[in-house]
């Protein structure tokens, strides 16, 4: 059931992962800054990208747009390189398992994954992504505070320092219930996503060179990134909501902010920011997902010629 590929190391499975997630974070910030901006106005608050976009130019400079790039980095490099390695351990356990392996390999195929069954992606997206969520959902909290308009944050300390003061150790965890809700459906449907539009390109594409394999992995993370953002995205509106309001009563809990949004937007506020995260997730698949497997591919062939 298993590849008789070379494995990689765990050291090349996390740089892969760290550097993935360090190009996406660093390249794609400014959506990030103004996704949260669209998506904590209230009722009253401006929902133009546009305007918002002009709005932090002209008080901050280009630079402005980087606002938040620190907790972004701290997130996402050590997060990507964790979520990485756990997701490719978990995938090697699980084609031990005949509901989740494959009998057989297309030796053919590019990946430096391990093969496995639809459900098997599935599961092992899901899993992966909540115990790396819980674990950096801190970053995730001190991320949305720096990005939002209404804090003033000079350094990651006093923003971790201003969160347990007005709200303790409960504000560090808060909107995991949101983030899990879109997280682990997202990172499911998307490796589920991911694999199948790359089995299907690698046979349209034949031959397998560096520049296919580059298409391919591009191609796939971009396509499975769209579709699982689209599904996943109320959840991340209700998120943004509870860490940037945490100190109003009404978005306290899941419920509650979810009837928040209702009552301020109807069922439209549930997609406020969905064209900046489609575009976002676009492309950070794309970028994080061909770094990654393209320097597997890169450290795995290498190996074989020595």
């Known amino acids: 059931m298993s590849n008789k590929k070379p ?32 998506q904590q106005a209230d009722a009253g608050g401006s929902r133009s990208a546009t305007a918002i976009s002009r709005q932090i130019y002209a008080q901050n ?13 701290a997130r996402n490099v050590p997060g990507v390189a964790i979520y990485f390695y756990s997701l490719q351990a978990l995938r090697q356990r699980l ?46 909290v001190m991320k ?22 007005e709200s303790g150790p409960r504000g560090l965890v808060q909107g995991f219930n949101a983030s899990a809700l879109r997280d682990a459906p997202f990172a499911g449907l ?7 539009v790359k089995d299907k390109t690698s046979v349209l594409l034949g031959p397998n060179t560096a520049i296919t394999q580059a298409a391919i992995y591009t191609w796939s993370g971009a396509t499975a ?5 689209v599904a996943t995205h109320p959840f991340d509106v209700m998120k943004t909501r509870m860490q940037v309001n945490s100190d109003l009563p009404q978005y306290r809990s899941l419920a509650k902010t979810g009837i928040a949004i209702f009552q301020q937007r109807g ?24 770094v990654y497997e393209t320097l597997l591919v890169f450290w795995r062939d290498r190996r074989k010629l020595v």
Do not use: C
């Not at 400079?61 to 980095?73: C, D, E, K, V």
């Open 267 to 290: 069922i439209m506020g549930f997609f406020d920011g969905a064209s900046i995260r489609v575009s976002r997730k676009i492309f950070s698949s794309a970028i994080s997902w061909t």
């Open 61 to 73: 400079g280009i630079l402005g747009l980087w606002r938040g790039t620190l907790p972004t980095l």
């Open 225 to 229: 990134g769209a579709m699982a953002t």
């Open 7 to 38: 494995a990689n190391s765990i050291y090349e499975h996390l740089a892969s992962g760290g550097l993935s997630g360090f190009a996406a974070a660093l390249a794609l910030q400014p959506l990030d800054l103004l996704k949260t901006r669209v």
């Open 144 to 165: 949305a505070r720096f990005e939002s308009d209404r804090y003033a944050y000079k350094s990651m300390w006093e923003a971790f320092t201003s969160i347990l003061r």
């Open 190 to 196: 998307y490796v589920l996503f991911y694999e199948a």
């Open 95 to 140: 084609t031990q398992v005949s509901t989740f392996g494959v009998i057989t390999v297309d030796k053919s195929n590019p990946s430096a994954l391990p093969k496995l069954s639809p459900q098997g992606n599935l599961v092992s997206g899901v899993v992966a992504r909540l115990g790396v969520g819980l674990l950096l959902n801190p970053f995730s």
